[in-house]
């Protein structure tokens, strides 16, 4: 499958294949959901998304290596700082030595990607050693624009969109982040081992819950009413930003559309799952059962038979001898309109 991919990208350079090759591991390693979600793109398009998010885990393992917890700040923020100058070098050259950022590289060249996310990006990676809390959702958000807004917005290339750019990207950017929500309710506990609190401290605070009473219960495993009202506000937040990111799955690529659907479908299945599991987030992680996970994968695989069906239609369509180009303008117009305002079942 790896080779179908790049033969089909046309990364023909062995060098370039083995880097694409490693992101594509690293994603099938650490990002199940997101990984299952990549096989409904089209074949060329995969491996563009394995670049994506191979860097971000690798600059995210070095925030959070947890094989190694004696690693000092100032160990991760040297290793930040090498990260960057290969970044920066990288995406100057078009080429790096070091594999994943080689990936990164060319997939940002092939499709444009506006370097500044990538600085954002890491930004928000280095305030993740020094910064445990955030008072507000505002502060939140701060952080959340580099570390999971900027992921939409640089997919947005790669997924190719039926209207202007610019128009589909807020919807992008609020699906990064609800993304990014989702798995801070799902890792509170976890992440409370690292000292870190992602939830807004004022949503917690207006149910009564502080660091110390979590910390209490992580610790004794006793349950809170307090605790669980906490993260069922900080879930009904998570809803609201998916409600405004839904608009923006009809504004893409048809061909695209599948993939985004089943991660936005089986990203808001992980909240209906820590809903199932009474908000313990403290003390386990809810987890989508492997038969909803399928379902969601068949229900894609249809959705990619069909828009490929539709497009081989069209291009019939496209072809057939004497059609005026005006018209065939006109219906490709129409097309695109109805896309946008089509639907999202």
């Known amino acids: ?108 060249a092939s499709y444009g990607i506006d370097h500044r996310l990538f600085t954002a990006f890491m930004a928000s990676m280095r305030s993740d050693l020094t910064v445990t809390d955030y008072a507000t959702y505002d502060d939140l958000y701060g952080y959340m624009y580099g570390s999971a807004a900027v992921i939409g917005l640089q997919m947005l290339p790669v997924l190719g969109t039926v209207v202007p750019r610019e128009e589909a990207a807020p919807h992008a950017a609020a699906l990064g982040v609800a993304f990014q929500l989702t798995n801070f309710v799902r890792d509170v506990g976890e992440d ?76 808001g299945g992980i909240l209906d799952a820590v809903a199932d599991d009474g908000y313990a987030v403290l003390h386990r992680r809810a987890v989508v059962p492997r038969r909803r996970r399928a379902a969601v994968a068949v229900d894609g695989l249809v959705r990619v038979a069909a828009a490929r069906t539709r497009a081989a239609r069209t291009r019939v369509v496209a072809r057939v001898p004497g059609t005026p180009a005006a018209s065939t303008g006109v219906r490709a117009t129409r097309a695109r309109q109805g896309a946008v305002h089509e639907e999202v079942a």
């Open 192 to 267: 409370l081992d690292r000292g870190r609190i992602y939830l807004p401290a004022d949503l917690l605070a207006a149910h009564g819950v502080d660091r110390e009473l979590l910390e209490w219960s992580r610790t004794t495993g006793a349950r809170d009413p307090r605790i669980t009202a906490g993260v069922k506000a900080a879930v009904a937040l998570t809803r609201g930003v998916y409600r405004r990111a839904a608009p923006g799955l009809a504004m893409l690529a048809p061909q695209s559309r599948p993939c985004i659907r089943a991660a936005f479908v089986l990203y």
């Open 1 to 108: 499958m790896t080779e179908r991919e790049l033969d089909a990208a046309g990364i023909a350079d062995p060098c370039l294949r083995a880097a694409y090759a490693r992101c594509r591991r690293l994603n099938a390693r650490h990002g199940r959901t997101y990984f299952l979600a990549t096989r409904l793109l089209p074949v060329e398009r995969r491996p563009a998304v394995h670049a994506l998010y191979g860097f971000a885990r690798w600059a995210d393992d070095i925030v959070d290596d947890l094989e190694h917890p004696a690693t000092t700040t100032a160990e991760r923020t040297a290793q930040l700082d090498t990260l960057q100058a290969r970044l920066e070098d990288g995406l100057r050259s078009g080429r790096s030595r070091e594999p994943v950022v080689g990936a990164l590289a060319h997939t940002a």
